[in-house]
């Protein structure tokens, strides 16, 4: 059983060995391709290893118990740890992915509901903020679109690790899962009767990765400048600043006019435009895969229903996995990883029986 980690244990001493080597750090780019790989080795060996000294220490333990009854119990217990180490690494071994993890750029969309909308849109954005911040991520802004009300529009934002995280820790791996439709039931602050009103807000999770190539030929391109709006500095509405580039090809677009200058406003724009077709890769790959190898819970479709948040009942309910709780207030500010990780744990199952 697990025949196939020694060659993983090899490989992992011999990426340690380059690791250590000074030389390696003089291409940047090899440095995060052998440090990601290390990452992702290194809870296979450390697992690997614990799974074999608790056959060691069973073995023992059943030896003695023919001599001491007492024995028989630790046994049983060692078997049950063993047990466990053996289903977390048959986890980690499931073959990863290209953009296993991939940092991201996270996309709120205000959506049905207007301003209420967009006040639900700035609650998302502050509970994947303190989310980020319970990881040690560092938080980007990229654009963003304020409401008349508060809230915004739309908003982009970047999410990178520090470091090199370990697998299934990266804020693609954690966040893959929260890309469609989050739903909204509460009396908005623009009604007067006390109703329970629905709306809704899309959310977008582009992988930002180097791990996939994408050729962006600037003959695909149109980029068109104007005139930004809404809140700023003096910039804002006096100069021609705001850039939005189509990708000719896929009709794919992306627009920033946060930035003062239009260069950084271009690159902002470039940054997300890539982040958007390495998504579409993404999609295209899925789309080709059989129905045994896609999950349902980390769908591409924007525009599933995903979660509702009750405000009335302090309840959230995830409805592709089932997940409910009744502590919405404490997922908002930023305790979401069980509800995450129902989803980490339906895609693994999903994943382990399509390699069956």
Request: glycine fraction near 8%; proline fraction near 4%; charged fraction near 30%.
């Amino acid at each position: 059983m697990f025949e196939r980690v020694e060659e993983l244990v090899t490989e992992n001493a011999d990426l340690e060995a380059q690791l250590a080597d000074p030389a390696l750090h003089s291409d940047p780019k090899a440095a995060r391709r052998v440090g990601r790989r290390h990452a992702a080795l290194r809870n296979i060996v450390e697992t690997y290893g614990r799974w074999k000294r608790l056959g060691s220490d069973l073995e023992a333990a059943a030896e003695m118990a023919n001599a001491d009854p007492e024995f028989a119990a630790e046994a049983v217990e060692i078997a049950a740890e063993r047990d466990a180490a053996a289903e977390k690494l048959t986890a980690l071994l499931i073959p990863a992915e290209p953009l296993d993890g991939s940092d991201v750029i996270l996309e709120i969309k205000s959506g049905e509901g207007g301003d209420e909308s967009a006040l639900f849109a700035g609650d998302l954005v502050r509970m994947y903020t303190r989310y980020a911040e319970t990881h040690g991520w560092r938080i980007e802004l990229i654009s963003a679109v304020e409401s008349d009300l508060g809230g915004y529009k739309d908003i982009a934002l970047g999410i990178k690790a520090k470091g090199v995280p370990e697998r299934g820790e990266s804020p693609y791996d954690r966040l893959r899962y929260e890309g469609g439709v989050h739903r909204v039931q509460r009396v908005p602050v623009t009604e007067s009767q006390g109703r329970v009103h629905t709306s809704a807000a899309g959310v977008l999770v582009l992988p930002e990765t180097e791990e996939i190539e994408i050729e962006i030929d600037p003959n695909d391109l149109k980029i068109d400048v104007y005139r930004s709006s809404g809140p700023g500095g003096q910039s804002v509405n006096t100069t021609d600043s705001a850039v939005r580039i189509t990708h000719l090809p896929t009709g794919v677009v992306a627009a920033c006019q946060n930035e003062k200058s239009q260069l950084q406003n271009k690159e902002a724009a470039l940054r997300v435009l890539r982040a958007r077709l390495v998504a579409l890769e993404e999609e295209r790959v899925a789309a080709e895969a059989s129905d045994t190898r896609r999950s349902q819970v980390r769908t591409v479709d924007r525009s599933e229903r995903i979660r509702t948040y009750n405000y009335p009942e302090n309840r959230i309910a995830d409805h592709r996995t089932g997940y409910k709780s009744y502590n919405l207030d404490q997922v908002l500010d930023g305790d979401l990883d069980p509800v995450i990780q129902s989803c980490v744990e339906a895609d693994r199952a999903a994943r382990i029986a399509g390699d069956s």
